[in-house]
Nanobody, 121 residues
C-alpha cells in the first residue's frame, strides 16, 4: 500500500507564494504519476497538475504560476504556488497511480488526506 501525506497548507495573502509537499511511501515513487488536485466548497475535485519522470502538465488556470517538482531521493513531490488568488482557495490533495498520467480523479488509486489552502484578499 502506498501512503501519501500532504503538508504545507495554510493562510496566505493574495499574490503570495506557498509550497505544498507530498511525502510518499514505497520505493517505486519515481515511476508513479503523481498529481495534485484541489476541491473548493461546493465544487468538484479539480485536476491541478501532474508529474511523471521529467514531464509535467497543468490545468490552464495555474500555468505559469504553479510548478510541480519531485525529489525521488526523498520520495517527495512539491507544488510551488505563486501569485495566489482567492480563487485558488481549496483543499489540495496529492494523488498517485502507476503508469501514465491522467486528469481523472477516478484513475488515481492513492490519495493523501488533503491540506487546506486559503488565500485572502
Amino acid at each position: 500500500q502506498v501512503q501519501l501525506v500532504e503538508s504545507g497548507g495554510g493562510l496566505v495573502q493574495a499574490g503570495g507564494p506557498l509550497r505544498l509537499s507530498c511525502a510518499a511511501s514505497g520505493r517505486t515513487f519515481s515511476s508513479y504519476a503523481m498529481a495534485w488536485f484541489r476541491q473548493a466548497p461546493g465544487e468538484e475535485r479539480e485536476f491541478v497538475g501532474v508529474i511523471l519522470w521529467g514531464s509535467t502538465n497543468y490545468v490552464d488556470s495555474v500555468k505559469g504560476r504553479f510548478t510541480i517538482t519531485r525529489d525521488n531521493a526523498r520520495n517527495t513531490m512539491y507544488l510551488q504556488m505563486n501569485s495566489l488568488t482567492p480563487e485558488d482557495t481549496a483543499i489540495y490533495y496529492c494523488a498517485g497511480r502507476m503508469g501514465l498520467t491522467t486528469r481523472s480523479p477516478s484513475e488515481y488509486a492513492y490519495w493523501g488526506q488533503g491540506t487546506q489552502v486559503t488565500v485572502s484578499s
